[in-house]
T-cell receptor
Framework: GAVVSQHPSRVICKSGTSVKIECRSLDFQATTMFWYRQFPKKSLMLMATSNEGSKATYEQGVEKDKFLINHASLTLSTLTVTSAHPEDSSFYIC?????????????FGEGSRLTVL | GENVEQHPSTLSVQEGDSAVIKCTYSDSASNYFPWYKQELGKRPQLIIDIRSNVGEKKDQRIAVTLNKTAKHFSLHITETQPEDSAVYFC???????????FGKGTTLSVSS
C-alpha cells in the first residue's frame, strides 16, 4: 500500500513555543491530506483538510491561527502548532488518499506525540 | 455533517470466542466504511472495509456487514486470539476524497 511518513514522531517543547510537524506521501501524490488529533484513550478527531495549493479547511472549533496548515506540494503538508500550551499536548496524525485512484482507503502517518511542558 | 456512533466502548472475550462491534452513521450519502485496528502509540491500521454497493465482506476471521437502510454496519471477529486485543475504530466517508469520520472506538481484550 501507499506510504505516508510523519516527522517528528515525538517532540517535547516549552509552553509558548511553536512546533512544526511534517507529513509526506512517499510514493504517491496527495492533493488532499487530513490532520487528526487523538487524546489518550480517545478517538481520532478531524482537525482540518489540507488542500495542495489552497487554504486548509478547518473543522468547527479548531483555531486556524493556532494550528497553521501548509500544503505547498503534492507530497508534503505541514502542521504548525503556534504558541503551544500544555492543553495542546496530544497525538497528531496525518493521512492521505492516493490522488489518482478512488479506492477510498486512507493511509496514515506514524503520528507525532507532542508534549508541551 | 457525518456522525458515527460505536458500541460497545469495551469488550472482553475469551480466546476462541467471537466479537462483534457495531456502528451507526447519520449521513445517508456516506458510502465507504472502513474498520481500523490501533495498538497503543501506533498508527491506525486498516483491517477491512466495505462500500455501499455490497452488504457483506469477509477476510479470513474478519467480516463486515452493512445495512444501508438502517445506516449501520458491524465488525465480526471469529476465533479471537490474544493478539486481536487492541482498540478498533469504525469510520465513514464519502468515497470522493472527503475525510473519514471515526467512531469513539472499542477496546477489545481477548484473554487466554
Amino acid at each position: 500500500g501507499a506510504v505516508v511518513s510523519q516527522h517528528p514522531s515525538r517532540v517535547i517543547c516549552k509552553s509558548g513555543t511553536s512546533v512544526k510537524i511534517e507529513c509526506r506521501s512517499l510514493d504517491f501524490q496527495a492533493t488532499t491530506m487530513f490532520w487528526y488529533r487523538q487524546f489518550p484513550k480517545k478517538s481520532l478527531m478531524l482537525m482540518a483538510t489540507s488542500n495542495e495549493g489552497s487554504k486548509a479547511t478547518y473543522e468547527q472549533g479548531v483555531e486556524k491561527d493556532k494550528f497553521l496548515i501548509n500544503h505547498a506540494s503534492l507530497t508534503l503538508s505541514t502542521l504548525t502548532v503556534t504558541s503551544a500550551h500544555p492543553e495542546d499536548s496530544s497525538f497528531y496524525i496525518c493521512s492521505a488518499r492516493e490522488g489518482q485512484t478512488n479506492t477510498g482507503e486512507l493511509f496514515f502517518g506514524e503520528g507525532s506525540r507532542l508534549t508541551v511542558l | 455533517g457525518e456522525n458515527v456512533e460505536q458500541h460497545p466502548s469495551t469488550l472482553s472475550v475469551q480466546e476462541g470466542d467471537s466479537a462483534v462491534i457495531k456502528c451507526t452513521y447519520s449521513d445517508s450519502a456516506s458510502n465507504y466504511f472502513p474498520w481500523y485496528k490501533q495498538e497503543l502509540g501506533k498508527r491506525p491500521q486498516l483491517i477491512i472495509d466495505i462500500r455501499s454497493n455490497v452488504g457483506e465482506k469477509k477476510d479470513q476471521r474478519i467480516a463486515v456487514t452493512l445495512n444501508k437502510t438502517a445506516k449501520h454496519f458491524s465488525l465480526h471477529i471469529t476465533e479471537t486470539q490474544p493478539e486481536d486485543s487492541a482498540v478498533y475504530f469504525c469510520a465513514a466517508s464519502h468515497q470522493a476524497g472527503t475525510a473519514l469520520i471515526f467512531g469513539k472506538g472499542t477496546t477489545l481484550s481477548v484473554s487466554s
